[in-house]
């Protein structure tokens, strides 16, 4: 798999997601396949028996990136940026829609990385309720082996409360059941003014919530009452946010840039694949063209 360079790479960034947990157990509690034993051997460069899979499996869940991607504090960048240090210090509650591929989870991602207390969700629709809290407390190091759901639950709200200004980020909430939506509420309900929660989708989750309360459904006035019945929304991505971002990450021909920028359609996904694939085919270009010599 990876080269003694980028084994080392990974054994940083683990270390640096290890500091974000109260203990090196918490922290392997958050990794799915990954013992407290094996984080050790990778800090401590014990890696004699360290399979490749585990390499991949440690690189993927800590999200570390071996090409290197610079981050750019595009126009929305900043502003969800705020948005989550708002909700992360005085403990607010905030519904942000914005457009998909305009760096809603990039963002989110960034900034659970680099604070404390700080839980990221990637919601997905085949979740239940007891998928949902599975989730929630690995997100938080927790064990929870033979719990019920309601004890999950329980779980969750006393070790939020006893943490510091915790923070709960639900990206793509538009995907949740209605049934796991509503532990919304009830999150909200017992942790009020403790703990800051951010749901955060495509305006899909707004237009559901509009129309739940249209139709009179259990639990969307609910929901749109404690999300201050208003959602934030992001500015579409620019040619000016595009073109730092190829800048930063190595696209400076004028004509690249205006192909990429021409080519994305405002999402940051396309142009993240466009300026790999650019780099991708000079490296091909020069290895040929060095093999021709």
């Known amino acids: 798999m990876s080269t003694k360079v980028q084994k080392q790479e990974i054994q940083q960034a683990l270390k640096t997601y290890v ?3 109260a203990s090196q ?13 094996t984080i050790s051997q990778v800090l401590n460069s014990n890696w004699e028996y360290i399979k490749d899979t585990m390499w991949r499996n440690i690189a993927a869940q800590i999200d570390y990136n071996p090409n290197h991607w610079e981050a750019v504090e595009t126009v929305n960048y900043k502003k969800l940026t705020k948005l989550f240090r708002d909700a992360h210090l005085d403990s607010l509650v905030f519904g942000i829609t914005g457009n998909a591929g305009c760096g809603k989870s990039f963002a989110a991602r960034q900034y659970c990385a680099n604070h404390k207390n700080a839980y990221l969700l990637q919601c997905n629709e085949y979740w239940n309720r007891k998928y949902f809290l599975s989730e929630l407390l690995t997100a938080m190091g927790r064990d929870f082996s ?12 006393k070790h939020l409360k006893m943490k510091d200004a915790p923070m709960i980020i639900m990206d793509e909430a538009d995907k949740l059941t209605d049934q796991v939506l509503y532990f919304f509420i009830t999150l ?3 942790l009020e003014d403790h703990c800051g929660i951010v749901l955060m989708a495509t305006n899909h989750l707004k237009k559901r919530i509009d129309r739940g309360i249209r139709l009179n459904k259990r639990g969307y006035r609910e929901i749109y009452s404690r999300l201050g019945r208003k959602f934030i929304e992001l500015k579409e991505v620019s040619s000016t946010d595009i073109s730092q971002i190829c800048t ?17 359609e405002g999402d940051l996904r396309r142009v993240k694949r466009k300026i790999y694939a650019n780099k991708k085919k000079k490296t091909t270009k020069n290895t040929e063209e060095h093999e021709k010599e």
């Open 188 to 190: 909200y309900n017992q």
């Open 19 to 21: 500091n974000r947990f």
């Open 25 to 37: 157990n918490a922290a392997a509690n958050s990794l799915k396949g990954v013992s407290s034993a």
């Open 146 to 157: 033979g719990l019920t759901v309601a004890e999950m639950m329980s779980e969750a709200v």
């Open 248 to 264: 930063a990450n190595g696209i400076m021909v004028r004509s690249e840039l205006k192909n990429i920028i021409e080519d994305s």
